[in-house]
């Protein structure tokens, strides 16, 4: 729950008034406290909180042990959010605060922080140790308090039954396309496909675990419900919102689709512009390729994906927004694999499933897969296509980003696919991070280096001459590889001939021959250490300092 200023300084008063409890801690704060002890009180009252069954715990900067008001100036120099992602360096599944907010109370600045109970079946951990509360002591977390949270572990938000929901609270239409979908499952038994047609519709929804013992399940009401029946789920409407982005990012259209959602997945997706789109994927010939910019089973995918791994205990709805040339998902919640290279390996298995329950129906529903096989499959799905992979972006905690890309971003990545479609999965996904600018591990170089896929000074890295020949851009590689040191020279020279120039002038006459792969930081940079090498050799000098000094050639003296 989000609060507002008004309502969370109410709850300050009734936590003051109230006390300390296990769940709330106030500390003075003066002008700092210690970072360690922040993730200590984290680990100690999300744990609390999940023990007593609570939706939150709360520290407080600014107020003292007795309840007094004095004020802090902790982080009062405008860093405070920033806290949000520094926590999740030290904790487990990447958890941090729920919110942080600045407020003026008593006339004094006071600091809350809102931190999440800990995940059900997993004691929240702060540098690899959990830890709770003791009346006002931080402890190690007790045995007893460890198999208290870990006896959780078949707690499913998703499982849970509403119960006084009833089929009434159900949309018809998504109750028979419901009983579609699971008799096709049966479709290799013909005789329980027979039995199905004569059951009731809770007989049905129970055997597709969608009800539990005739009752109406959260997972009923999320894929199954009326839009109005949402006030089942107090206050929060699950949702899926489409948005399209005209090219300068300002809004064009948007549109929700609420309950249900079994039926909402395939009204999103007649949203998307799937334009046709024209790339050639081998070199040797003429004839472009004509596809779909977006492949209708990936796209189905992922959205089904953001449905079954939601933590809809934070209330958010799911974002699908749409660009010229790309998607992006958004889903609240933490990765569960916690990386992408964890899922990609073989026979991943996830630690836990957030919606077991829902994803057990989602799989009944042809929605999607059970073997940990999503990603894997649109990662399959795009490098059959030699488009550039998905990407996650895990930076904001609790939250997944992904971004589905509809144009090839580099020609020699989009033709090695196509000139060696055997690659495994792993070695095109470090090639599509180089083709994205992004920095792999050293080990990972030495094995494409060995290969002779890639080239460049680690971790400026590209395509490398073998390949690029293989696929026919010789030009790209140049581009890439910048041109040789003498020839740089030679252009600084004719530079200079005209006159004296700033080191500014000169990067922007010879600019062009540096590798595109460096950063125009970089870029200036080896200017930068050319010219002190030109000087040395006696080939130019400078006048001026700093911003003021002007290059010339020596024979002009």
């Known amino acids: 729950m989000i609060y507002m200023d008004t309502e969370l300084k109410q709850k300050i008063y009734d936590m003051v008034r109230d006390f300390e409890s296990e769940v709330v801690e106030f ?51 405008g860093n405070l959010q920033s806290l949000k992602k520094e926590i999740t360096n030290g904790t487990n ?47 190690p977390l007790p045995m007893n308090k460890v198999d208290l949270i870990r006896s959780q572990v078949g707690m499913d938000w998703s499982k849970e039954i509403i119960q006084e929901a009833t089929l009434e609270d159900l949309n018809p239409e998504a109750v028979a396309y419901a009983r579609k979908m699971f008799s096709k499952r049966q479709e290799d038994r013909k005789k329980a496909k027979e039995i199905l047609s004569g059951l009731s519709d809770m007989d049905v929804l129970n055997k597709a675990g969608l ?25 929060f409407t699950p949702r899926i919102t489409w948005t399209l982005y005209n090219a300068d990012k300002t809004v ?6 609420d309950m249900p959602l079994l039926l909402a997945v395939d009204k999103v997706y007649a949203k998307i512009r799937n334009e046709k789109y024209r790339y050639i994927a081998e070199q040797q010939t003429l004839f472009p390729e004509e596809v779909q910019q977006y492949d209708a089973d990936l796209i189905k995918e992922v959205i089904n994906n953001c449905i079954a791994h939601s933590d809809y205990r934070r209330h958010g709805k799911i974002n699908v927004e749409e660009f010229e040339d790309h998607l992006v998902f958004i889903n609240e919640g933490a990765f569960i694999p916690e990386t992408i290279e964890q899922a990609l390996e073989p026979g991943y298995k996830p630690p836990y499933y957030r919606n077991a329950f829902l994803c057990n129906a989602m799989v009944n529903m042809y929605m999607i897969d059970t073997n940990s096989m999503g990603i894997p499959m649109i990662y399959e799905i795009q490098k059959e296509r ?25 020609k020699n990545y989009t033709q090695l696919l196509h000139s060696k479609g055997d690659m495994d999965l792993r070695t095109v996904f470090l090639l599509d991070q180089i083709q994205k600018r992004k920095t ?4 990972d170089y030495k094995v494409l280096k060995k290969s002779e896929l890639v080239e460049g000074r680690y971790p400026d890295l590209f395509v490398s001459y073998r390949i690029a020949e293989a696929v026919g851009d010789k030009a790209g590689y ?21 006159g004296q120039l700033k080191k500014s002038d000169i990067f922007e006459a010879v600019r062009h021959a540096f590798p595109e ?27 001026g300092n700093a911003a003021h000094a002007e290059w010339y050639l020596t024979d002009e003296i």
Request: aromatic share 12%; with cysteine; charged share 30%.
């Open 517 to 543: 792969v460096l950063t125009e930081e970089k870029q200036y940079k080896k200017l930068s250490n050319l010219l002190q090498k030109m000087k040395k050799e006696g080939t130019i000098n400078v006048r």
């Open 93 to 139: 599944e990447r958890l941090t605060f729920l919110d942080i907010y600045d407020l003026t109370m008593e006339k004094c600045r006071i600091v809350a922080f809102q931190i999440p109970p800990a995940i059900p079946g997993i004691p929240t951990t702060w540098n690899g140790a959990a830890w709770a509360r003791e009346n006002e002591s931080l402890v």
């Open 440 to 443: 792999i591990t050293k080990d």
């Open 211 to 235: 009800c539990f013992k005739g009752k109406i399940t959260r997972t009923a009401l999320l894929l199954l419900g009326k839009k109005e029946s949402a006030f089942y789920f107090d206050g």
């Open 386 to 410: 030699c488009f550039p992979l998905p990407s996650y972006d895990l930076e904001i905690p609790n939250r997944v980003s992904v971004t589905v890309y509809g144009k090839v971003l580099d």
């Open 27 to 77: 500390k003075e704060a003066n002008n700092d406290y210690s970072f360690k002890n922040i993730g200590k009180y984290f680990s100690a009252l999300g744990n609390e909180a999940n023990i007593r069954g609570k939706a939150e715990a709360w520290l407080v900067f600014g107020i003292t042990n007795q309840g007094e008001f004095k004020g802090t100036d902790y982080r009062r120099s």
């Open 478 to 498: 140049i581009r890439n590889k910048g041109l040789d040191e003498k020839i740089l020279k030679e252009l600084i020279v004719s530079a200079l001939k005209n």
């Open 252 to 257: 064009k259209a948007y549109e929700h689709f």
